[in-house]
């Protein structure tokens, strides 16, 4: 089931477009599961089970943070990610620099940005977004890869387009305006039930749970 899954959405996206594999609240098995048809992004949001599942699964995965993270949990989670796309503050920025400079690691981001109109508003607005970058100079042990985004939860594809049209506004504006900044390619958005729409707004990455494991027992 995985494997056809997998391959459905596979043949859709776009050469270019990468596929984060949503493994969060799944065992193990589910993940190797998906590893043994090629897939290699795995993406998940709890630390303990990151820093868990790090060890289970073969050394060429390339593991992506997508959660809520606490300053204090870093230690579980930067050593092993790849990518931490949800960056969704200044505290947690300022933190992820102090622990690159005291592990003398450079720690690739994506700067989350709210776009929905859902309440719990977690993440930067664009005016935020620009002014952190335009302070990269504070964060030299991090590098700035783009920006993340969720829609917001409706069935109204109007709102989602809007929102990921938003989205994709600012990441071409900050692409065309600051082109110093050579990393910044990302723009990832895009799940389950709203991906083909993401594409279509100039998705880059696409984070898919559901659709590839199915529903998550929480
Ligand atoms: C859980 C999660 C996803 C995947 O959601 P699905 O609807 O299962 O595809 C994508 N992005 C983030 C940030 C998530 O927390």
């Given at each position: 089931?995985?494997?056809?899954n997998l391959?459905?959405?596979?043949?859709k996206?776009p050469s270019g477009v990468?596929?984060?594999?949503?493994?969060?609240?799944?065992?193990?098995?589910?993940?190797?599961?998906?590893?043994?048809?090629?897939?290699r992004i795995?993406?998940?949001?709890?630390?303990q089970e990151?820093?868990?599942?790090?060890p289970?699964?073969?050394?060429d995965?390339e593991?992506h943070?997508?959660?809520?993270?606490?300053?204090?949990?870093l230690?579980l989670v930067l050593?092993y990610?790849a990518l931490?796309?949800?960056v969704?503050?200044?505290?947690?920025l300022?933190?992820?620099?102090?622990?690159?400079?005291?592990?003398r690691k450079?720690v690739?981001?994506?700067l989350?940005v709210?776009?929905?109109?859902?309440?719990?508003?977690q993440g930067?607005d664009a005016?935020?977004?620009?002014s952190?970058?335009q302070?990269?100079?504070?964060f030299?042990?991090?590098?700035?890869?783009?920006?993340?985004?969720?829609?917001?939860l409706t069935?109204?594809e109007?709102?989602?387009r809007s929102?990921?049209?938003?989205?994709?506004?600012?990441?071409?504006?900050?692409?065309?305006?600051r082109p110093?900044?050579?990393?910044?390619?990302e723009?990832?958005?895009g799940?389950?039930?709203?991906?083909?729409l993401?594409?279509?707004?100039?998705?880059?990455?696409?984070?898919?749970?559901?659709?590839i494991f199915?529903?998550?027992?929480?």
């Amino acid at each position: 089931m995985i494997a056809q899954n997998l391959l459905k959405i596979k043949e859709k996206l776009p050469s270019g477009v990468r596929l984060a594999a949503v493994s969060k609240f799944h065992p193990v098995e589910r993940l190797q599961e998906a590893y043994a048809v090629g897939q290699r992004i795995f993406a998940e949001s709890r630390p303990q089970e990151l820093a868990a599942k790090v060890p289970q699964m073969p050394s060429d995965v390339e593991w992506h943070f997508i959660g809520h993270l606490q300053t204090n949990k870093l230690k579980l989670v930067l050593p092993y990610a790849a990518l931490v796309q949800s960056v969704d503050s200044l505290h947690l920025l300022e933190a992820i620099q102090t622990w690159a400079a005291a592990n003398r690691k450079c720690v690739p981001v994506l700067l989350e940005v709210h776009i929905s109109s859902d309440a719990t508003k977690q993440g930067f607005d664009a005016g935020e977004v620009r002014s952190i970058l335009q302070r990269t100079g504070d964060f030299p042990d991090v590098r700035f890869c783009g920006l993340m985004g969720m829609a917001t939860l409706t069935d109204d594809e109007t709102v989602i387009r809007s929102d990921f049209a938003r989205l994709s506004a600012l990441f071409s504006e900050i692409r065309s305006t600051r082109p110093e900044l050579a990393d910044f390619r990302e723009l990832s958005i895009g799940m389950s039930d709203d991906w083909p729409l993401a594409l279509e707004a100039g998705s880059t990455m696409v984070r898919i749970g559901t659709a590839i494991f199915g529903p998550r027992e929480y």
